[in-house]
């Protein structure tokens, strides 16, 4: 079992940039591959972007390719995901999760979900 707890949300301009952090406890941590997801009031839950146990690969939704950079250190126990140039359709609330597949991107398959940070981009 992992325990995940997100840091780093907040309120900013669209164009301006945020870093969150998930910082989790655990020993099995480095086996698994993780994800980040968000969900805008009223809508559901959708993939942002995810990375293999070793951090090796990294997989993006197309809606923030190029923008987003996600990356994990497993002696931290720690996946942080680099928010740039956030749009205002970027407002959401932020979980990380534990997978097994670094192209896996249904909410359902993840399992050992953070609590979420807010996200708001203001236009």
């Known amino acids: 079992q992992v325990q995940l707890v997100e840091s780093g949300g907040g309120l900013v301009q669209a164009g301006g940039s945020l870093r969150l952090s998930c910082a989790a406890s655990g020993r099995t941590f480095g086996n698994y591959a993780m994800g980040w997801f968000r969900q805008a009031p009223g809508k559901e839950r959708e993939f942002v972007a995810s990375i293999s146990w070793g951090g090796g690969s990294t997989y993006y939704a197309d809606s923030v390719k190029g923008r987003f950079t996600i990356s994990r250190d497993n002696a931290k126990r720690t996946v942080d995901l680099q928010m740039n140039s956030l749009k205002p359709e970027d407002t959401a609330v932020y979980y990380c999760?534990?997978?097994?597949?670094?192209?896996?991107?249904?909410?359902?398959?993840?399992?050992?979900w953070g609590q979420g940070t807010q996200v708001t981009v203001s236009s």
């Open positions: 999760a534990t997978g097994s597949s670094l192209y896996t991107t249904t909410p359902k398959v993840y399992t050992n």
